[in-house]
């Protein structure tokens, strides 16, 4: 694989220039960018497979010069340092990302996923959707979702999604057109992601947008109507919770 690297601190590119050339001889180093300008002349020279670009640099970050690359043929795997913000931006868009100091084993793991992606063909076309997270950082609620399925992606506004659903390890996305998307992870890893948001997982197999409830019924732990008309039982252990956050979220 083709790669360059782009990062605006020289130690970043030492560090990671080393870690890749000890644990995956499979990437060969091309060029190594300070800024935004040189990185969009070598990746036209070059046409690169992969390009590790740090998000936030001086000037023009990597996410704004990414955007103006029209139709960009190869994967990205971006790397930043801590921020909780700019992390679940990327997370949201489920891209390919590093965080500093980079971690050996994960970029083992990322490298080998665009190594596959590239082998089948499927270089991914997220940019539009980070683009626009990177822009509501702070603000998870209004950012889109990026769902990864057997044929690509699909993107997807939270005020889209009624409820997500456990099936085992994957995860089966509800819909308001109807349409069902099956996702190959966990309600966990989108409980997680969510919980800053309108979504709240009220059963081990049931994560809600609350946004969608429209009736409770009380019991034990009480059963909620969704709008797609879905009634979806609510934990005795999650009824408190449940309660508390429609106050929060209502405003009552």
């Known amino acids: 694989m083709k790669a360059i690297l782009v990062d605006d601190e020289p130690d970043g590119i030492r560090t990671l220039k080393r870690m890749l050339e000890l644990n995956c001889p499979e990437v060969v180093i091309e060029a190594s960018c300070m800024n935004a300008a040189d990185a969009t002349k070598k990746i036209k020279e070059i046409q690169p497979d992969l390009v590790f670009l740090d998000v936030r640099m001086p000037g023009k970050s990597g996410v704004e010069m990414l955007a103006e690359i029209p139709s960009p043929g190869f994967e990205v795997i971006f790397v930043t340092a801590h921020n ?12 390919d990302y590093l965080m500093k100091p980079v971690d050996e084993d994960r970029l083992v793991e990322a490298v080998k996923r665009v190594n596959s992606r590239l082998k089948d063909k499927k270089t991914e076309g997220k940019t539009e959707a980070l683009l626009h997270n990177i822009t509501k950082a702070g603000f998870p609620a209004e950012m889109r979702l990026c769902l990864p399925t057997q044929k690509g992606f699909t993107i997807v506004k939270l005020e889209e999604i009624i409820y997500c659903e456990a099936q085992r390890s994957y995860t089966i996305f509800r819909l308001v057109s109807n349409k069902s998307i099956l996702i190959s992870k966990p309600l966990f890893d989108y409980d997680r992601l969510l919980s800053d948001t309108t979504f709240l997982r009220i059963h081990k197999s049931f994560l809600i947008n609350l946004m969608h409830v429209k009736e409770y019924a009380r ?34």
């Open 219 to 252: 019991g034990e732990g009480g059963t909620v109507i969704m709008t797609n008309d879905m009634e979806i039982e609510v934990s005795r252990r999650k009824k408190e919770q449940f309660l508390d956050k429609i106050k929060e979220v209502f405003k009552y």
């Open 84 to 95: 909780e913000y700019i992390l679940q931006a990327l997370q949201f868009s489920a891209v």
